[in-house]
């Protein structure tokens, strides 16, 4: 199974992100393939150790909390700022979540002092169905297969017990990233031409507005800059500072 309708978004003030992301499913293995893992903070500014992380969802993923099943994992180190790793292949353990639909997810996540923090992600628009199969399998010993029908649903029956391989359902909070992102708000009336660029939304002209209209007395006084508008200040409000 080949995913090639990702969805990006990209959560903000994070300056890490993912682009070009597609995964390809082959029995107990995944191979996940990024063309690009930047990190677009200062040069002196190291990330913490990187994780990419394929998850199940029940819903789509949209940034805040999330209960799921993580289907695959590996830590790919720190980046330094304005550095990126390109073309990335990946080639995983892959585990089936249990039967259902799910929403399959691709995060970028960091090291933090409270934890892992959601730095950006990756929504695959086609669901991944999960349907009750029978499971046979052969005893060894007297070359019999065991099957019994339990309900609507076939269950094996063996005399050897195996330990089951369904990863569990889990939730996380992102409450350490939620708190590192209003801390990490930028300062307008203080921050570079560069850290101002770094807020979603906000083009290089756009901050050569903000700077040539700075300093603010209130937050309000942002939406009269020119190239400003409403819906842009209400998407960028909670990561801007005086």
């Given at each position: 199974?080949?995913?090639?309708?990702?969805q990006?978004?990209?959560?903000?003030?994070?300056?890490?992100?993912?682009?070009s992301?597609?995964?390809?499913?082959?029995?107990n293995?995944?191979?996940?393939?990024?063309?690009?893992?930047?990190?677009?903070?200062?040069?002196?500014?190291?990330?913490?150790?990187?994780?990419?992380?394929?998850?199940?969802?029940?819903?789509?993923?949209?940034?805040?909390?999330?209960?799921?099943?993580v289907?695959?994992?590996?830590?790919?180190?720190?980046?330094f700022?304005?550095?990126?790793?390109?073309?990335?292949?990946?080639d995983?353990?892959?585990?089936?979540?249990?039967?259902?639909?799910?929403?399959?997810?691709?995060?970028?996540?960091?090291?933090?002092?409270?934890?892992?923090?959601?730095?950006?992600?990756?929504?695959?628009?086609?669901?991944y169905?999960?349907?009750?199969?029978?499971?046979?399998?052969?005893?060894?010993?007297?070359?019999?297969?065991?099957?019994?029908?339990?309900?609507?649903?076939?269950?094996?029956?063996?005399?050897?017990a195996?330990?089951?391989?369904?990863?569990?359902?889990?939730?996380v909070?992102n409450?350490?990233?939620?708190?590192?992102?209003?801390?990490?708000?930028?300062?307008?009336?203080?921050?570079?031409?560069?850290?101002?660029?770094?807020?979603?939304?906000?083009?290089?002209?756009?901050?050569?507005?903000?700077?040539?209209?700075?300093?603010?007395?209130?937050?309000?006084?942002?939406?009269?800059?020119?190239?400003?508008?409403?819906?842009?200040?209400?998407k960028?409000?909670?990561?801007?500072?005086?």
């Open positions: 199974m080949y995913a090639n309708q990702p990006y978004n990209t959560l903000q003030i994070t300056g890490l992100s993912l682009n992301c597609g995964y390809e499913i082959q029995n293995r995944v191979i996940i393939n990024i063309s690009e893992i930047a990190n677009h903070r200062e040069l002196e500014n190291v990330s913490g150790t990187l994780s990419i992380e394929l998850w199940a969802l029940n819903t789509p993923y949209t940034g805040a909390d999330f209960t799921g099943v289907l695959a994992n590996t830590r790919i180190g720190e980046l700022g304005q550095h990126y790793l390109s073309d990335c292949r990946y995983l353990n892959f585990l089936e979540p249990p039967e259902g639909t799910w929403f399959l997810t691709l995060m970028l996540r960091e090291w933090t002092e409270t934890g892992y923090a959601s730095r950006d992600y990756v929504n695959f628009t086609l669901p169905i999960v349907s009750n199969k029978p499971a046979i399998t052969r005893n060894d010993t007297d070359n019999i297969i065991n099957v019994c029908f339990s309900g609507n649903k076939i269950a094996l029956t063996s005399t050897v195996e330990k089951s391989t369904i990863p569990a359902v889990v939730k909070s409450a350490a990233q939620d708190k590192e992102q209003n801390d990490a708000a930028i300062s307008l009336n203080s921050a570079s031409l560069q850290d101002i660029v770094s807020v979603k939304g906000i083009s290089k002209k756009l901050a050569e507005n903000i700077d040539a209209a700075r300093p603010f007395e209130s937050l309000d006084e942002v939406l009269k800059v020119k190239g400003m508008g409403p819906k842009l200040w209400q960028i409000r909670n990561f801007i500072s005086l």
